[in-house]
């Protein structure tokens, strides 16, 4: 089906929620009832596959889904044959290595001649080489936390977010060696048709995440304060400035990234400005 684009996404988990709420914000709608693995878009042309997530590189790879959404973790892991199209900048967490907390540890030569349990043996035993150590890899599936408490290995390498995991298992978190975010998966040999589908989707992510990095501010500023307001702005283009019933006064509107944020408003109080107004945006088109 050359005029729809297949897109694989996990069936439940930790990706599945913000995959789910980024593809709606992107204004696709469609139907996925309870337990059902396959779904179209009522309004894009777009068809859902509900899947595993380590499934997901290889069936991008293969064609069987043209596109797919999967932590990088799990795609540098499986190391297929795929584009990363982009970074989708949620289910952030990183790849890191751990030990018993009551261990002494001196440098990654610590792991010489040691085991460490992982579900991660590419990326982990790549980092190792890298590092030319030499240690026992045991690949096991999941809880890998519990590891070197019940002796089946000195260390592990794992998925760490908040770090409460480590914490509860009494382990200590000793090296980070790969970062990780949700990225966007794509076949290589998509035809015209579906690069044109995906070139869409990207467009509307692109809008989305701009949307999320801006704020769109309004203030009351005397009149003559307005230039050295307007010097301390790095909006889009030059910002709105709008005559006040209230004589002497203007109003001015400008759309600041949420990372200057702070430092932006404390100074634009500081030059006089009042009644500061901020408000999120829905979509930015770029
Ligand atoms: N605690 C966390 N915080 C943030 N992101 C996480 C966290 N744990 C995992 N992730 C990210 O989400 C991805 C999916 O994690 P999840 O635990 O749902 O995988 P899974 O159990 O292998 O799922 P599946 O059943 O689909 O195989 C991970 O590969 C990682 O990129
Ligand atoms: O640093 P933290 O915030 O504690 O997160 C890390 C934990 O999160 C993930 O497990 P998850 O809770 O998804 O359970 P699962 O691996 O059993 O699916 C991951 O496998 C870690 O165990
Ligand atoms: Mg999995």
Redesign the pocket.
Same mark, same amino acid.
């Given at each position: 089906m050359d005029n729809t684009l297949r897109i694989a996404v996990?069936?439940? %988990?930790?990706?599945?929620d913000d995959s789910l709420k980024l593809i709606k914000e992107c204004g696709i709608k469609f139907n996925n009832g309870a337990g059902k693995l396959k779904a179209n878009s009522t309004n894009f042309p777009m068809e859902f596959l509900f899947?595993?997530?380590?499934?997901i590189p290889g069936y991008v790879q293969d064609g069987i889904a043209d596109i797919g959404i999967?932590?990088?973790?799990?795609a540098e892991e499986k190391n297929k044959d795929v584009d990363t199209v982009k970074n989708l900048g949620?289910?952030?967490?990183r790849l890191s290595l751990a030990i018993d907390k009551n261990e002494t540890y001196n440098g990654v030569e610590d792991f010489e001649g040691r085991s460490l349990a992982t579900?991660y043996p590419k990326i982990l035993g790549d980092y190792l080489k890298s590092k030319n150590v030499n240690a026992e890899i045991n690949e096991i599936s %999941?809880s890998v936390e519990i590891a070197p408490s019940i002796g089946l290995a000195y260390g592990i390498c794992d998925?760490?977010?908040?770090g409460s995991?480590l914490l509860s298992n009494g382990l200590k978190e000793v090296e980070v060696i790969y970062k990780?975010?949700?990225v966007l998966l794509a076949n290589k040999n998509l035809s015209a048709e579906k690069r044109e589908i995906l070139d869409r989707f990207i467009f509307r992510i692109e809008s989305v995440q701009a949307a999320k990095n801006n704020k769109y501010i309004l203030m009351n500023v005397p009149n003559e304060s307005v230039q050295q307001i307007i010097d301390i702005l790095p909006g889009m283009k030059s910002p709105t400035v709008m005559p006040l019933a209230d004589e002497g006064w203007s109003s001015v509107h400008t759309v600041i990234q949420e990372d200057d944020f702070w430092e932006i408003i404390e100074a634009l109080r500081g030059a006089g400005a009042e009644g500061i107004l901020v408000v999120p945006i829905e979509k930015m088109i770029l």
């Open positions: 996990q069936k439940k %988990g930790r990706l599945s899947l595993r997530d380590d499934d999967v932590g990088g973790n799990e949620f289910s952030k967490c579900s %999941g998925i760490v977010s908040s995991t990780s975010e949700a």
